[in-house]
C-alpha cells in the first residue's frame, strides 16, 4: 500500500559527470522524466541547462524504491551538464546541491577530462556526500567492468570521494537503480537547515510559462526557480529580487533591484503555502514575464525589502588555486593570477565575469562586468580562460575591502 505524501523535497542531488556518461538517462530511469526538454539539447542530444526532477522514496520490507510502503523522503534531482563548454552552468548547479551522483561510463577510459573536472569542483565547492555510478555495464564484459572498476579506484584515491560507493548499473535498461536508492538513502543526508534566518532564495532557472497567442486577460506572471538557502517564503509575500534588473543611468550601466509579489509557490509537485530551505522550488510572480524569459534571472536571489545582501560591482576576494588545472588531458601547473587578466566567477548560482585591476599578497580586485548580491564570506569558484575554455583553477572567499 503507498502512503501518499505531499512535501517539500528535503535535500538536491546533483547528476555531474562528463558528456554522454548517461546522467539524463539516469535520471529518467529513476523519475520517469526526461529533463533535456530545451529544443538545441533535444537536437544535440547533450545537456545544455540545468534540468530537474523529484522523487519519493519510500521503504518496503528493507528495500527502498519510488513507488510503494513507507514514505521516508522527498528528493530533488539536479541533471547537470557534462560538456566542457558548459562548466559555469555544472558550477551554477552546484551551488544549490547537497549532495552528487557522479557518472562514469564503464566503456570510455577512466577517467574522463569532465570527469576530473567536476569531481574537483564537488571538491572545492564543499560537497561531501558523494556516489559513484559506473553506467553502462550492459555494453562491455565482466573482466572489463572490473578493471573499469580498479580504475575508478585508483582515480578517486586521495580526493574527497576516496570512499564514496560505487555503484554498477545500467541506466538505459533500469538496472540496479535500486541499489542507487538504497545507497542515497544510506550515504546522502538531509542537511541542517536554517529556517530563522532572513531568507535568501538562490535562482538557478527563469521563464514565462504563457503560451503563445495567450489573451492579455490570461497572461500570468514570470517565475523563477531554485532553492531557498535560508529563511523562509510566504504566499503574497512582497520581495524584491537583486541585482535585479539593469538600466543606463547618466552613461553607466547599474542594476536596480526588482520588486514583486508571490503569487504561487510550488514544490515537490504540490502548490502550498509557504516553504523553506531545502529542494527545489518554483515560484510564480508578478513580474512582467519579458523580464524571466530564457533565465535572464538566473543567479539572482530572493529575498525580502531592504534586507538583501550588498551588490558587488568590485569584487575583492582571498583565493587558494589548486596546482593542476582539470579539466585537460596535458598536466599544465596553475599560475598565478595576473593583473588585468578575465576571470570567470561563480557566486552562489550566478555566473559572473571580469577584469583583475589589482593583486596584493592575499588579496584580489576584480572589477565584475555583470555585478552579484552576495553576503561577504561566502565561497565562489575561480576560472580562467585556457585554450579557449574557461578552466576551473581555485576557489576564493569573498572580502569586505
Same mark, same amino acid.
Given at each position: ?163 564514496? *560507493?560505487? @555503484?554498477?548499473? #545500467?541506466? %538505459?535498461?533500469?538496472? !540496479? +537503480? ?9 550515504? /546522502? ?99 512582467? *514575464?519579458? @523580464?524571466?524569459? #530564457?533565465? %535572464?534571472?538566473?543567479? !539572482? +536571489? ?9 551588490? /558587488? ?89
Amino acid at each position: 500500500m503507498v502512503e501518499v505524501k505531499t512535501k517539500q523535497p528535503e535535500v538536491n542531488i546533483g547528476l555531474v559527470g562528463h558528456v554522454d556518461h548517461g546522467k539524463t538517462s539516469l535520471l529518467q530511469a529513476i523519475s520517469g522524466k526526461w529533463a533535456d526538454t530545451h529544443s538545441e539539447e533535444l537536437k544535440k542530444g547533450i545537456t545544455i541547462k540545468l534540468g530537474y526532477a523529484d522523487v519519493n522514496l519510500y521503504e518496503n520490507k528493507g528495500k527502498i524504491s519510488t513507488s510503494e510502503g513507507k514514505y521516508l523522503r522527498t528528493i530533488s534531482f539536479i541533471d547537470a551538464p557534462g560538456h566542457e563548454t558548459l562548466m559555469a552552468t555544472m558550477l551554477s548547479g552546484a551551488a544549490i546541491m547537497d549532495g552528487a551522483l557522479l557518472m562514469i561510463s564503464v566503456n570510455e577510459e577512466c577517467p574522463q577530462p569532465q570527469t576530473k573536472e567536476h569531481l574537483m569542483a564537488l571538491d572545492l565547492i564543499g560537497i561531501r556526500s558523494i556516489i559513484i555510478i559506473q553506467n553502462k555495464v550492459d555494453l562491455v564484459s565482466k573482466e572489463k567492468a572490473l578493471e573499469n572498476y580498479k580504475k575508478i579506484k585508483e582515480f578517486v584515491r586521495g580526493t574527497v570521494a576516496e570512499n564514496a *560507493p560505487i @555503484i554498477p548499473i #545500467s541506466a %538505459q535498461h533500469k538496472v !540496479n +537503480i535500486d541499489l542507487v536508492l538504497e545507497a542515497i538513502e544510506k550515504n /546522502i543526508p538531509t542537511p541542517k537547515r536554517n529556517e530563522k534566518q532572513e531568507l535568501m532564495m538562490l535562482i538557478a532557472r527563469s521563464f514565462d510559462i504563457n503560451k503563445p497567442g495567450t489573451k492579455i486577460n490570461n497572461l500570468v506572471g514570470g517565475v523563477v526557480g531554485g532553492t531557498i538557502k535560508q529563511g523562509v517564503l510566504k504566499l503574497n509575500e512582497k520581495v524584491i529580487i537583486c541585482p535585479g534588473r539593469k538600466i543606463l543611468e547618466k552613461n553607466v550601466n547599474v542594476w536596480v533591484p526588482i520588486e514583486t509579489e508571490i503569487v504561487t509557490i510550488k514544490t515537490g509537485g504540490q502548490i502550498v503555502q509557504s516553504v523553506g530551505p531545502g529542494g527545489s522550488i518554483a515560484v510564480l510572480t508578478k513580474l512582467d *514575464p519579458a @523580464i524571466v524569459k #530564457s533565465d %535572464q534571472l538566473t543567479g !539572482n +536571489i530572493v529575498c525580502l525589502p531592504d534586507k538583501q545582501p550588498p551588490i /558587488i560591482y568590485d569584487l575583492v576576494f582571498a583565493s587558494l588555486l589548486l596546482k593542476e588545472v582539470v579539466g585537460v588531458k596535458k598536466n599544465t601547473n596553475v599560475e598565478p593570477i595576473k593583473l588585468g587578466e578575465p576571470l570567470m566567477l561563480n557566486v552562489n548560482s550566478a555566473t559572473t565575469a571580469g577584469i583583475v585591476n589589482k593583486v596584493e599578497k592575499d588579496k584580489v580586485f576584480v572589477k565584475l562586468k555583470v555585478p552579484v548580491c552576495a553576503e561577504y564570506g561566502s565561497k565562489i569558484a575561480i576560472s580562467r580562460h585556457m585554450g579557449g575554455r574557461w578552466r576551473l583553477i581555485g576557489t576564493g572567499i569573498i572580502l569586505k575591502e
